[in-house]
């Protein structure tokens, strides 16, 4: 079913992917009911000789129903999404990792704050284009750009944050799966934009402790 | 009015003017419709052209554009088009379809003439400024094209023109081109302001006897509330440009953050004017709809108050949607799920008058012609736009789909799918009314069933690349690995949007050859009920011979009793349909 959406490796991708479906599959109904009887009327009431229209200014039933239904699906959606959007875009849960995403024409910068766990100090580590990251443990981003709007776009991570110049925004997720994918720029940001390119590695945390070792022992 | 004074009346108003008082600068509001319907359909060639270009990259990337090596560098090298004309050419399809195309032919050409027709007037209220509008907005298209030519090119930071990208030169490249852009948006929101002044105080004070609000055509209900919206929407976005422009110019730092500025700011500024804006594209659209509907259903319109307050409801509601642009942007998560309520909200709307738009098919004695092939097309391609509205609305799923070509499959269905199909249907209908002749039936349906099969092609498959993760505005797919399996569809879309093109011509043709050698209209040949169709085809300066008294609502069709299946607004009688 619905092959089309990429491989989701997060732990909150499937609450977006099953909200996802949910309105494809009210949409796909409502499409079909609503072109249905649109196709159908359309051949029933075409016009022969000898046919008149029925003379009906409306109903104000009809109206009261076809103004609440629709009332109820999307409050409902609503709610649905509530939950889900609070989940990844209002509370972090407590961190395991931290990133810091230099987003600026036309790379992603990614600063990790080494041993010390501080960033801004002697052994902070720059990395272009290249995020490493332990699986199954909380990541967080903070997000910020030098330059334009960019936006941090992992499609198998279903993540997606526009970086700001002159403010940092936060973002998590945790991944739930070891592999290479790419961090494509997802806002126009210059003649560049296309191109604008990352990639996130996702490490066992063995590989991830390795990685760790070989880059901060100078 | 005596027959006298009906003489007088329309001596006062009949100039016999010359080639210049009579075509260029014609203080009547039909010409003035025509004029904009011009300017708008050559827009709209160049907006189609950038378009193609656009889809070429897309499924050719940096092959040579066939027929193109002409066209000297930087714009293309020996055909090919670099990454900076790229974003070029989207940013200005964009600019002029939306700005130059669907806002002048609506409210422009649609408004003009069809307001003081429809209400019973002889001219807008203020005839002066309503040919200052039109020549101001010629001169603001003329800006936008200039800016093609000059050094650096056109605006290439898209028609959203998000800062800091658009306010600062260093970024793109362009200097002049995008100074230009944000001058030209500014001229034109004068003339739309003269316009939604015109068309407020027009349709407010100078209807015929008789023509309450409630008796209004729907599609001047649509256009009033058009004009409401125009008229309030456009200070804030020329506000907003002149903000952008002294950033650019006169170093004053409103977006820009090394000085204090703040780039999250024009976003909230543009989507306030843009999403009122995203209305007023449609609106219209829904009104024409509901004209032609009605009258080739031969059917009264199902629910009348339930669709003009379901317009009334869409414009107080438009203002309070607009952050759901911006869910991604980095504004405060909990404003996200405000604005994802009120756009969930405002769906209903819609929704009441899709269902009002089956309701006056149902029953109905329902006649093909080409205005009411558009009409449906508009409503079924209207329910696509809509129902895939409703991914974005819900915020974790526009998370994942948020920039990408799911977006861009949308903002057509509603806006070519919506708009331009009504559009379309809209000039086959009042062309005898705007040029005194038929267009062809033939030419039309060829060109409507071609234009809907190459439309659905050329974008329905965007949906699919959108969830697949294709983002917007990328110069070359083949770029990323993960979009590989998706490729092929960027080369059906891009066939299907050269038979689009292509169908067009078919259109071209029929609108001028039917303008000169089309068969001769009556007078009322669609049999319809408004009072456009009370005046003479084509109508003199001044259009009425005699001041229509109005009876009766517009969509008194079929009404049991009478011997026709329609009864004009104009005609005097009694009965059942006086009422209504």
Redesign the interface.
């Known amino acids: 079913m619905l092959p089309w959406l990429p491989e989701n490796i997060s732990t909150y991708g499937g609450d977006i992917d099953w909200l996802f479906r949910l309105i494809f599959w009210i949409t796909t109904i409502v499409f079909v009911g609503v072109q249905g009887t649109f196709l159908y009327f359309l051949f029933k009431y075409r016009a022969r000789p000898g046919h008149k229209a029925i003379y009906s200014h409306g109903n104000n039933t009809l109206e009261i129903a076809w103004t609440i239904a629709p009332s109820v699906v999307c409050v409902v959606l609503a709610l649905l999404s509530r939950a889900t959007w609070d989940e990844i875009k209002a509370e972090i849960p407590p961190v395991d990792v931290t990133v810091r995403v230099y987003a600026k024409q036309f790379n992603w910068d990614f600063i990790y704050p080494g041993p010390d766990g501080a960033f801004d100090t002697d052994d902070d580590l720059t990395i272009e284009n290249e995020l490493n990251v332990p699986v199954h443990k909380v990541v967080k981003l903070e997000m910020l750009s030098r330059d334009v709007i960019h936006s941090f776009f992992v499609p198998v991570l279903r993540f997606k944050q526009d970086t700001m110049p002159g403010r940092q925004i936060d973002g998590w997720f945790e991944a739930t799966k070891t592999g290479e994918w790419e961090i494509p720029c997802a806002e126009l940001c210059g003649f560049g934009h296309s191109g604008m390119l990352g990639y996130l590695k996702v490490h066992s945390d063995q590989d991830y402790a390795a990685w760790v070792a070989k880059r901060w022992s100078k | 009015m005596s027959e006298a004074a009906a003489a007088h009346a329309h001596d006062e108003h009949h100039h016999e003017g010359g080639f210049v008082s009579t075509y260029l600068f014609s203080l009547d509001h039909k010409m003035i419709g025509k004029q904009f319907l011009l300017l708008s359909l050559f827009m709209m060639i160049i907006g189609g052209l950038l378009a193609l270009m656009v889809r070429w990259q897309l499924a050719y990337p940096e092959q040579p554009v066939p027929g193109l090596a002409w066209v000297p560098e930087p714009y293309l090298y020996d055909g090919i088009i670099?990454?900076?004309t790229?974003?070029m050419l989207f940013t200005m399809h964009a600019t002029i379809m939306i700005f130059f195309v669907v806002i002048p032919i609506l409210v422009g050409a649609f408004g003009n003439f069809l307001i003081p027709l429809m209400i019973g007037t002889k001219d807008m209220a203020f005839p002066i400024l309503n040919m200052l509008s039109f020549w101001i907005a010629a001169f603001a298209g003329g800006l936008l094209i200039s800016s093609f030519f000059v050094e650096g090119g056109a605006a290439?930071?898209?028609w959203t023109a998000?800062a800091?990208?658009s306010a600062a030169e260093v970024?793109?490249?362009v200097g002049l081109g995008q100074d230009l852009w944000i001058i030209s948006l500014v001229v034109l929101g004068i003339s739309s302001m003269m316009g939604s002044i015109n068309y407020i105080t027009t349709i407010i004070n100078m209807r015929a006897p008789g023509m309450t609000m409630f008796r209004l055509p729907l599609v001047v209900w649509s256009l009033f509330i058009t004009a409401i919206l125009l008229l309030l929407a456009l200070p804030e976005l020329t506000a907003a440009m002149a903000m952008l422009l002294f950033d650019r110019r006169f170093g004053t730092a409103f977006f820009l953050?090394?000085h204090g500025?703040?780039?999250?700011l024009w976003q909230h500024l543009f989507w306030f004017f843009g999403h009122p804006e995203v209305y007023i594209l449609i609106l219209p659209g829904m009104g024409i709809a509901s004209e032609i509907l009605s009258v080739f259903?031969?059917?009264?319109?199902?629910?009348?108050?339930?669709m003009a307050m379901a317009m009334i409801a869409i414009a107080f509601l438009g203002w309070v949607v607009w952050g759901h642009h911006m869910f991604?942007?980095?504004m405060n998560?909990?404003m996200?799920?405000a604005f994802?309520?009120t756009t969930?909200?405002i769906?209903?709307p819609s929704?009441?008058k899709?269902?009002?738009w089956?309701?006056t098919?149902?029953?109905?004695?329902?006649?093909?012609t080409t205005p009411m092939l558009h009409a449906?097309a508009f409503?079924?391609m209207f329910?696509?736009g809509g129902?895939?509205g409703?991914?974005m609305?819900?915020?974790?799923?526009d998370?994942?789909i948020?920039?990408?070509y799911f977006i861009v499959g949308h903002i057509h269905y509603v806006v070519f799918g919506g708009s331009i199909f009504a559009i379309f249907g809209g000039i086959a209908y009042w062309f005898p009314k705007m040029y005194g002749r038929m267009m062809n039936e033939t030419l039309g349906k060829i060109h409507f069933f071609g234009t809907l099969l190459f439309f659905n092609i050329t974008f329905f498959p965007m949906h699919?690349i959108g969830?697949?993760?294709h983002?917007r505005?990328?110069?070359?797919?083949e770029?990323?690995?993960?979009l590989e399996p998706l490729l092929h569809w960027n080369e059906i879309m891009t066939i299907g949007s050269i038979g689009l093109g292509i169908f067009q011509i078919v259109f071209a043709v029929n609108f001028f050859w039917s303008m000169f050698a089309g068969e001769k209209a009556t007078q009322n040949p669609w049999h319809a009920n408004t009072l456009e169709w009370e005046a003479p085809t084509p109508p003199p300066h001044g259009n009425f011979l005699v001041t229509p008294t109005v009876y009766r609502g517009p969509?008194e069709?079929?009404?049991?009793g009478e011997k026709e299946?329609w009864l004009p607004q104009a005609r005097p009688g009694s009965g059942v349909a006086a009422a209504?």
């Open positions: 670099p990454p900076e790229y974003n290439a930071g898209g998000y800091p990208l970024y793109t490249g953050p090394e500025g703040e780039p999250i259903s031969r059917k009264p319109i199902f629910g009348y108050r339930a991604q942007s980095g998560p909990t996200g799920m994802m309520t969930m909200v769906a209903v929704a009441i899709t269902f009002n089956l309701g098919l149902w029953g109905g004695n329902i006649h093909f449906l409503v079924s329910v696509i129902l895939s409703i991914y609305a819900a915020t974790p799923v998370i994942f948020h920039d990408t699919i969830i697949g993760g983002m505005r990328i110069y070359n797919p770029q990323y690995e993960f969509y069709y079929s009404v049991p299946d209504h």
